[in-house]
C-alpha cells in the first residue's frame, strides 16, 4: 500500500497514506551518482560549521527549534499523512525534536571542551596532555518509519551539534516528513550542512560509501549488512535494531498500573515502537486478574483513521506488508494452540490490525522469539520471579525491558539480572524520554549507543590527542637517538617509580 513504485525504472517513489491507500506525495529515487554529489558539497561546507564551535552553533539549533515549534501542526499534518497515526500520537513527534534541539544545543559546549587528563605514566610526566573533540565531517544517517520525524532527530542533531555535516537517508516508506525537516533547515538560512537522500535501500547502500560514520536505525536483518558495509570501508558504525522487549508483572504489583502501562507500552504506534512492551510474563497469583485488566483495557481502544479530531488511539500498520507480518506472527500462534482473547486478526480496508492479546502462548512461537512489531500483547503465565527472569533473558534480543512490583528496590534488583539495554520500573518508555541516559541495544538489538549526555555526541567526534611540552625543553629528549643503555635504564627506573607509587596506595611496602 505504501510506496509501491516498482523498483527498476521508476524514478520517483510514490508515498500512500496506509490507511486509506491515498497518494500524498512523491520523492525522488537519488541514484548513487546524486548521493555521492551531496556529500561532496557536505564536505566543502562542514569545515566552516566546525570552526563555527559550539556556541556558534547553538545559535542554528535553537533557531530551528523555533521552527520547528512554529510549524508543528504542519509537521504533525505530513508525518500523520505517510503513516496513518491517530493525532495524539503523531503530535508528539515536534515537541519530542524541539526538546532534543534544545537539549544538544545547550549542552554541546560542556560535553566537547577540551580535557586535560594529569598523565598516568611517568614516560608523559612532562607533558601537557589534551583531548580534543573533532567530528566526523560527513555523518550517514539512516532511519525507519515508525517515527519519521523525530527518529532522524534523535541522532542528527547531536552530530550536528558535534560538528559533523548530515547526509539523512529516510525510509522509502516515510520520506515526507524527512523532506519537511530538511526543508526546515534550509528555510531558517542555516549553513549547508544537512542533505537528505531519498530512495529504496540502494541509495542507503550509497549514503554508507559516502559517509566517514554511519548511524543507523533499522531491522537486525538491515543492521548486519550495514555493519558488513562500514566494516569494507573500515568506518564505524552505531547500529539501533530491533527488539523483543519482556515486561515481567510480579504478585505485588500495582496491576490497575501494570495493565494501563503495558495496554499503552504494547499498543502505542500499533506496537510499532522499538522499545514496544512484545510479550509479558505474569506470576501466577496474579495472572487472571492482570489479564482481566488488560483486556478490558485493550478493547476498550478506538481505532481507525483520525485527522486532527483526537478521535482515536490506535491508528493503521505502516504498510500493508507491516499489516502481513503481524497476521503471520498471530495466525501461526493460533494455528499452534494459542487464543486471542481480543482481536486477532486484519480490520477495515487500509492497513489496520485488530488491538490483540494473545494467550496460551509458548516460548517457540515466532510471536515470542521474533520481533512483531504491531498491536499484539502475548500473556505467559509463571510460577515465580525467577521463572520470570530466565524467559525474559531467553531471546536473542536485549532492547528494553520492564518489571512491574510495588516494591522499588526488588524492581531495580530485577532489573540487573535482565540482559537489556534498559529497565523501566513500573513504566514504559520512559528511557527514550530521559536524554541523559544512554539508549543502546545489547546483543542483536544493537552496536553502540544514543543520547546519554557527553557519550551521544562524542560518538559523532574522532577524539585527536596532543602533547605539548610543561616544562623548558633541550635540543633533545633522552629517549632519543643515539641509542643506549642509558634509555633501557631510564626506562626501567621510571616504571619501577611507577610501580613503587602503585604499591604504596596499597599500603604495602615497595621492595
Ligand atoms: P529496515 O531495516 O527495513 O530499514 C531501515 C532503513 O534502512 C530504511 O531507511 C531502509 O531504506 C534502509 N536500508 C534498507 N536496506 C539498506 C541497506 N542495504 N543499506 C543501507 N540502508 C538500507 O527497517 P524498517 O524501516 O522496517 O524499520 C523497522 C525496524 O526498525 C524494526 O526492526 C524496529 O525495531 C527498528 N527500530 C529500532 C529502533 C531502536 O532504537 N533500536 C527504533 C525504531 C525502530 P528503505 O526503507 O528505503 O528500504
Redesign the pocket.
Known amino acids: 500500500m505504501t510506496?509501491v513504485q516498482p523498483k527498476t525504472e521508476a524514478t520517483t517513489?510514490t508515498v500512500r497514506n496506509p490507511a486509506d491507500g491515498s497518494v500524498v506525495g512523491a520523492v525522488p529515487i537519488e541514484m548513487p551518482a546524486d548521493v555521492a554529489a551531496k556529500a561532496r558539497e557536505l564536505r566543502l561546507f562542514q569545515p566552516e560549521w566546525e570552526a563555527l564551535g559550539p556556541r556558534g552553533r547553538k545559535h542554528w539549533l535553537l533557531t530551528y527549534q523555533d521552527w520547528v515549534l512554529d510549524n508543528a501542526e504542519h509537521i504533525t499534518d505530513v508525518l500523520q499523512s505517510e503513516t496513518g497515526k491517530p493525532r495524539s500520537e503523531a503530535s508528539i513527534e515536534a515537541p519530542l525534536t524541539a526538546t532534543l534541539l534544545d537539549y544538544w544545543a545547550r549542552h554541546a559546549e560542556q560535553f566537547l571542551a577540551d580535557e586535560h587528563p594529569r598523565s598516568f605514566s611517568p614516560f608523559a610526566v612532562t607533558k601537557k596532555l589534551t583531548t580534543v573533540y573533532r567530528p566526523y565531517p560527513v555523518v550517514g544517517v539512516?532511519?525507519?518509519?515508525?517515527?519519521p520525524f523525530v527518529?532522524p532527530a534523535?541522532d542528527l542533531v547531536a552530530a550536528l551539534a558535534a560538528g559533523a555535516a548530515v547526509l539523512l537517508?529516510?525510509?522509502?516508506?516515510t520520506?515526507l516528513s524527512a523532506v519537511e525537516f530538511v526543508r526546515g533547515w534550509t528555510e531558517i538560512g542555516a549553513p549547508p550542512v544537512l542533505a537528505l537522500a531519498t530512495?529504496?535501500?540502494?541509495?542507503?547502500?550509497a549514503?554508507?560509501d559516502n559517509a566517514d560514520f554511519?548511524q543507523?536505525?533499522?531491522?537486525?536483518?538491515?543492521?548486519r549488512?550495514?555493519a558488513v558495509?562500514c566494516a569494507e570501508r573500515l568506518i564505524p558504525c552505531s547500529?539501533?535494531?530491533?527488539?523483543k522487549d519482556p515486561a515481567l508483572v510480579l504478585a505485588d504489583a500495582d496491576l490497575d498500573r501494570a495493565a494501563n502501562g503495558i495496554a499503552w507500552g504494547g499498543m502505542g504506534n500499533s506496537g510499532?515502537?522499538?522499545?514496544s512492551v512484545e510479550r509479558v510474563y505474569v506470576e501466577a497469583p496474579v495472572y487472571d486478574e492482570f489479564l482481566a485488566k488488560l483486556t478490558a483495557n485493550v478493547r476498550q481502544l478506538r481505532q481507525g483513521q483520525d485527522d486532527r479530531k483526537f478521535a482515536f488511539d490506535i491508528g493503521s500498520l505502516?504498510n500493508m506488508a507491516?499489516r502481513d507480518k503481524v497476521k503471520g506472527h498471530v495466525d501461526e500462534a493460533i494455528a499452534a494452540g494459542a487464543r486471542a482473547i481480543t482481536g486477532g486478526k486484519p480490520t477495515g480496508t487500509g492497513a489496520f490490525f485488530e488491538p490483540t492479546v494473545l494467550v496460551d502462548v509458548n516460548q517457540s512461537m515466532t510471536c515470542m522469539t521474533e520481533?512483531t512489531?504491531g498491536p499484539t500483547i502475548p500473556v505467559v503465565k509463571v510460577a515465580d520471579e525467577a521463572e520470570a527472569i530466565r524467559l525474559a533473558n531467553d531471546s536473542k534480543y536485549g532492547?528494553s525491558a520492564t518489571v512491574w512490583t510495588r516494591d522499588r528496590e526488588r524492581g531495580e534488583r530485577i532489573a540487573r539480572r535482565l540482559n537489556v539495554g534498559a529497565v523501566n520500573v513500573n513504566d514504559v518508555l520512559s528511557n527514550?524520554f530521559a536524554f541523559d541516559l544512554p539508549?543502546?541495544?545489547w546483543k542483536e538489538?544493537?552496536v553502540g549507543t544514543?543520547l546519554g549526555g557527553a557519550a551521544g555526541i562524542r560518538k559523532y567526534c574522532r577524539p585527536q590527542a596532543i602533547t605539548s611540552p610543561r616544562i623548558p625543553t633541550q635540543a633533545k629528549e633522552i629517549l632519543w637517538y643515539p641509542a643506549s643503555r642509558r634509555r633501557t635504564k631510564l626506562a626501567l627506573s621510571l616504571a619501577r617509580a611507577s610501580a613503587a607509587r602503585g604499591v604504596r596506595r596499597l599500603g604495602i611496602k615497595p621492595r
Open positions: 510506496a517513489i539512516i532511519t525507519p518509519w515508525n517515527y527518529m534523535l537517508k529516510p525510509s522509502e516508506v520520506p530512495g529504496y535501500g540502494d541509495t542507503g547502500v549514503v554508507i554511519v543507523f536505525t533499522g531491522s537486525t536483518a538491515t543492521g549488512k550495514v558495509a547500529l539501533e535494531l530491533g527488539g510499532q515502537i522499538c522499545i505502516a507491516q520481533e512489531f532492547l527514550i539508549m543502546g541495544g538489538s544493537g544514543r
